[in-house]
């Protein structure tokens, strides 16, 4: 039997061994393949980085945890940066099951990495149901809209919201969406009243129908897919999980790739001989 033969013949398992270990090896031994920072992720990287320090960055968790995998490292990165520029941080969400994401990275970020004092460097108001009636009424009174915060304590009794009271006293505010209600309604019902900076991460599947609001000014910043967290990563120099799985994305597209240029290859010789 001749080369030709016994790869023509070759066994479907071995292929999808050898995908898996080209998944799981960079997971355990990162490669650090070069991430280049694209225009839209820079925009929203600028965005943050020119605001007033003590300025409010608003970040609302819409996705569950089936979208974590490319919206998480997103969210860690965006509140790296942000309690390192001493900028405020409130955050809310419009999807129940994206709350304990959302606390979850406020504690390992606000309080673990940079020890920030609740309720005067970041509020969590958690799951806000309405939906577009809500978004509308925020903008007027958030005090009204979040009369208190995921524990239980009244909005007076939290410090840092003493001055934010509506629209115009947030610098930014960041949709971290995979669906809806999600970026959506924060650019019709939101952004369309109060204006204001806007900016949105959003899974892979679901970034490109965002490009168009980019262009028109509607968005001033979006981070699409593992891709763009793991871009938003590099810009805080901060190594995280979407810069590894991009390792394993990588190398497993360039290995199918590799499979399909082989497969016709095989059936071009047969072919061929058979010819």
């Not at 009244?154 to 840092?160: N, S």
């Not at 009271?165 to 019709?188: C, E, F, Y």
């Not at 019902?189 to 959003?202: E, P």
């Not at 871009?231 to 810069?243: C, D, F």
Request: charged share 20%; aromatic share 8%.
């Amino acid at each position: 039997m001749n080369l030709l033969d016994r790869l023509s013949g070759l066994d479907r398992r071995v292929i999808f061994l050898t995908v898996a270990l080209a998944v799981i090896v960079p997971l355990f031994l990162p490669l650090r393949l070069p991430i280049e920072v694209t225009a839209p992720v820079q925009q929203l990287y600028d965005v943050v980085d020119g605001l007033p320090e003590g300025s409010v960055v608003l970040i609302s968790i819409d996705y569950d945890p089936s979208g974590s995998p490319e919206l998480q490292p997103a969210t860690i990165s965006i509140l790296r940066h942000c309690f390192r520029r001493n900028l405020r941080v409130m955050v809310l969400g419009l999807w129940a099951p994206g709350v304990p994401l959302g606390t979850r990275a406020l504690e390992e970020v606000g309080a673990q990495e940079y020890a920030k004092v609740y309720g005067v460097d970041y509020v969590n108001f958690g799951y806000r149901p309405g939906g577009a009636v809500m978004l509308v009424n925020l903008g007027r009174d958030i005090h009204d809209v979040c009369r208190q915060d995921i524990y239980g304590t009244p909005v007076e009794d939290l410090p840092m919201m003493a001055d934010v009271k509506r629209a115009s006293d947030i610098g930014l505010v960041i949709s971290m969406s995979m669906g809806v209600p999600g970026s959506d309604q924060w650019i019709w019902y939101y952004h369309a009243r109060y204006r204001g900076n806007l900016a949105t991460a959003q899974t892979a599947i679901g970034a490109p129908r965002y490009y168009q609001y980019l262009q028109t000014g509607q968005l001033v910043g979006l981070i699409g897919g593992m891709k763009g967290s793991a871009e938003y990563e590099r810009l805080v120099e901060k190594p995280g999980l979407a810069t590894v799985g991009m390792d394993s994305q990588s190398i497993a597209h360039l290995l199918i790739i590799g499979f399909v240029i082989l497969g016709n290859v095989i059936l071009w010789l047969e072919k061929r001989r058979k010819a």
